[in-house]
């Protein structure tokens, strides 16, 4: 950010940052909607086990059964990235 940014913003916001500061609050928002991401896909990843694996289905279930198996594979490589992101923070 350069100094004239930093003072643009410091008049629109009535808020004086450093851009050093700024840094600092991007890399915590940044590490707090990655733990939120981290918890939601293992919450996704629960839930759609639970409908591949169950015995008795409905029609749509079984139509639905190759996204959710697709779903979860997915939400479990992403679930092998980002905490790997969280600590290059």
Same mark, same amino acid.
């Given at each position: 950010m350069? =100094?004239? %940014?930093?003072? *643009?913003? +410091?008049?629109?916001?009535?808020w004086?940052?450093?851009?050093k500061?700024?840094?600092?609050?991007?890399?915590? +928002?940044?590490?707090?909607a990655?733990?939120? +991401?981290? &918890?939601?896909?293992?919450?996704?990843?629960?839930?759609?086990?639970?409908?591949?694996?169950? &015995? *008795?289905? =409905? *029609? &749509? %279930?079984?139509?639905?059964?190759?996204?959710?198996?697709?779903?979860?594979?997915? +939400?479990?490589?992403?679930?092998?990235?980002?905490?790997?992101?969280? *600590?290059?923070?």
């Amino acid at each position: 950010m350069s =100094n004239r %940014e930093a003072e *643009k913003l +410091a008049v629109e916001s009535e808020w004086v940052f450093s851009p050093k500061s700024l840094s600092e609050q991007y890399a915590e +928002a940044l590490e707090r909607a990655l733990s939120m +991401a981290i &918890r939601k896909l293992k919450e996704r990843v629960v839930l759609h086990k639970e409908l591949v694996e169950r &015995r *008795k289905r =409905n *029609k &749509r %279930e079984d139509e639905l059964k190759k996204r959710l198996e697709e779903s979860v594979a997915t +939400a479990g490589n992403d679930l092998k990235l980002l905490p790997e992101i969280l *600590k290059r923070i």
